[in-house]
């Protein structure tokens, strides 16, 4: 229903898909699976498609009422740290190696379970699953989000270089709306003390605070007031340490453009993009996807 509407609208406007996509701008083949319905868009491209197109706002209220993920079904392991997803507040978080879950790309997220599950009908199944967590943290409104992210999730290719810089690319974008920063924490910085795993300190709608981390196929949850505040001072110390959002974005955009050509970013566009502003105020980094 979705699809068929944003062809409408895109028809009605004369363009094509490939017009349409350099508008946005994103790759035509997202347009093409969006109006096929073969891939879920996300909040922010139907409010985008709503203003190119003149719709007055009839794709973003459709975005809001559709279920797009029915009957997900998580690893057993990972239930309880989803169902948390789906009620935090607010969720501070450091990752290592790979960019986070809540942060990836559908074909970021196919390519690393690819490595694990030998069967496709799997991994779409865990890449919908993953991206059903994403919607509420990307919708207006939505929790706080802050990550520090170290710089090795940026370089650590995962499914090759067009799926790396459309990655880059993605964070970028998410890192402009108002509930999320992403901070990086450069390679370079060896006096930077590091924790020795990936975690998230997790506040719920109770007040109820957590801290979680994984293992091989486990997670580990822990709600004691003194593990809490431990995990929180260093977690705070190291994002007083790591790169501003803008300057991490700059880091984002360096590391983008040793993955292939990205169009005019320039300097001075990124900083206007990167700083915090009200969303009605917050310019667009107009990125182009590399061409083949």
Same mark, same amino acid.
């Given at each position: 229903?979705?699809?068929?509407?944003?062809?409408?609208?895109?028809?009605?406007?004369?363009?094509?898909?490939?017009?349409?996509?350099?508008?946005?701008?994103?790759?035509?083949?997202?347009?093409?699976?969006?109006?096929?319905?073969?891939?879920?868009?996300?909040?922010?491209?139907?409010?985008?498609?709503?203003?190119?197109?003149?719709?007055?706002?009839? #794709?973003?209220?459709?975005?809001?009422?559709?279920?797009?993920?029915?009957?997900?079904?998580?690893?057993?392991?990972?239930?309880?740290?989803?169902?948390?997803?789906?009620?935090?507040?607010?969720?501070?978080?450091?990752?290592?190696?790979?960019?986070?879950?809540?942060?990836?790309?559908?074909?970021?997220?196919?390519?690393?379970?690819?490595?694990? #599950?030998?069967?496709?009908?799997?991994?779409?199944?865990?890449?919908?699953?993953? #991206?059903?967590?994403?919607?509420?943290?990307?919708?207006?409104?939505?929790?706080?989000?802050?990550?520090?992210?170290?710089?090795?999730?940026?370089?650590?290719?995962?499914?090759?270089?067009?799926?790396?810089?459309?990655?880059?690319?993605?964070?970028?974008?998410?890192?402009?709306?108002?509930?999320?920063?992403?901070?990086?924490?450069?390679?370079?910085?060896?006096?930077?003390?590091?924790?020795?795993?990936?975690?998230?300190?997790?506040?719920?709608?109770?007040?109820?605070?957590?801290?979680?981390?994984?293992?091989? *196929?486990?997670?580990?949850?822990?709600? *004691?007031?003194?593990?809490?505040?431990?995990?929180?001072?260093?977690?705070?110390?190291?994002?007083?340490?790591?790169?501003?959002?803008?300057?991490?974005?700059?880091?984002?955009?360096?590391?983008?453009?040793?993955?292939?050509?990205?169009?005019?970013?320039?300097?001075?566009?990124?900083?206007?993009?990167?700083?915090?502003?009200?969303?009605?105020?917050?310019?667009?980094?107009?990125?182009?996807?590399?061409?083949?």
């Amino acid at each position: 229903m979705f699809g068929e509407l944003l062809r409408h609208f895109r028809e009605a406007a004369l363009l094509t898909q490939e017009a349409l996509a350099k508008t946005i701008p994103c790759d035509r083949s997202l347009v093409a699976r969006v109006e096929a319905g073969t891939r879920v868009p996300q909040e922010p491209f139907a409010r985008t498609c709503d203003e190119l197109l003149g719709t007055g706002g009839a #794709l973003g209220r459709l975005w809001g009422r559709i279920d797009w993920y029915p009957q997900v079904e998580h690893p057993d392991w990972f239930e309880r740290r989803a169902q948390m997803d789906a009620e935090a507040v607010a969720l501070r978080a450091y990752q290592a190696q790979v960019v986070p879950g809540l942060l990836q790309t559908p074909d970021y997220a196919a390519a690393l379970f690819a490595r694990r #599950l030998p069967h496709a009908d799997d991994v779409e199944e865990r890449v919908r699953a993953r #991206l059903s967590r994403q919607q509420r943290f990307y919708a207006k409104g939505g929790p706080y989000y802050i990550v520090v992210l170290d710089e090795s999730c940026l370089r650590h290719v995962v499914g090759g270089r067009e799926i790396m810089w459309e990655q880059c690319a993605h964070l970028l974008r998410v890192g402009e709306l108002p509930n999320i920063r992403i901070q990086v924490v450069p390679l370079s910085r060896a006096d930077i003390d590091r924790p020795d795993t990936s975690m998230s300190l997790i506040r719920l709608p109770d007040g109820h605070e957590w801290v979680y981390s994984e293992s091989l *196929d486990r997670g580990h949850f822990s709600d *004691d007031p003194s593990i809490f505040l431990a995990h929180s001072q260093t977690y705070d110390v190291l994002r007083a340490d790591a790169l501003s959002a803008s300057d991490s974005a700059a880091l984002i955009c360096g590391v983008m453009e040793g993955y292939g050509h990205y169009g005019d970013l320039d300097q001075e566009q990124l900083q206007r993009g990167q700083r915090r502003r009200l969303p009605r105020n917050r310019p667009r980094i107009h990125l182009r996807r590399p061409r083949p």
